[in-house]
């Protein structure tokens, strides 16, 4: 394994256009994030709707067309912004290490969990509603089948989305990170919330065996990443020039 040890550039500073530009990316896909749980759990009890029955969950999606439409859009946008977050972390990071191909690896973990992630996302705004307008219109047989297809998408593109992108993925670019950061001068609470965040993240992946970690733990998972991604920025923010 690669050793993670300060660079000779590490006394000097992050340059400043990857940590600006890397608070920026962070600010905004913070901002979406929240804001897109603010009109999804408003208008259709996000995250708790989806675990309903098609019967219950496609009227509902044809009933708040509008607010679903715009709630995943800003999912969606969040989700893309991973994507720069992971490579302008990685170019920030670099300048202050010397990583070499560990930091290639988990900028690697970073951007395939935003990828994923949209893949998961992206059916909430083109296969959803045309199944919940098909539902809507459709005689018994049409609404059987709608159902079944509900089901099947949510389990593959969630499974796809969820699974992959953020508890796998996700979870390794913060485990990744976080230990580079724990090497850098004062990085140890930064780099000790990283690790108890990936390793949340990490865990959720027990539920694809039968274990249930309640909705509870799930929301205080995603909850403490978002925040430390937040404060990921900040700390590069304010690095010294």
Known sequence: MTTLTPAPSATVSVRPT???????????QFVLMFAAFGVLATSINWPQS?????????????EQAGPVALGYTLYFLSAFLLIPLAVLTHLALQARTAGGVWLNVAA???????????????????????LANAYATGNDSTRAAAAVMYDALNNYAGGVGEVLGVQLFAGLWTLMVSLVILRLPRGRMLGG???VS????????????GADLGGLILTIQ?????????????TFLRARR
């Open 198 to 209: 990936a390793a949340l993240l990490l865990a959720a992946l027990a539920q694809v065996y």
């Open 193 to 195: 919330a990283g690790l």
């Open 50 to 62: 989806l675990d309903l029955s098609a019967a219950q969950a496609l009227p509902l999606i044809t």
């Open 222 to 234: 995603g909850l403490l990443w978002q925040f430390w991604l937040l404060a990921l920025g900040v």
């Open 18 to 28: 990857p940590r600006v530009a890397l608070f920026a990316v962070v600010a905004a």
């Open 108 to 130: 690697t973990f970073g951007v395939l969990a935003g990828l994923l992630k949209l893949l998961g996302i992206v059916r909430w705004l083109v296969a959803m509603p045309a």
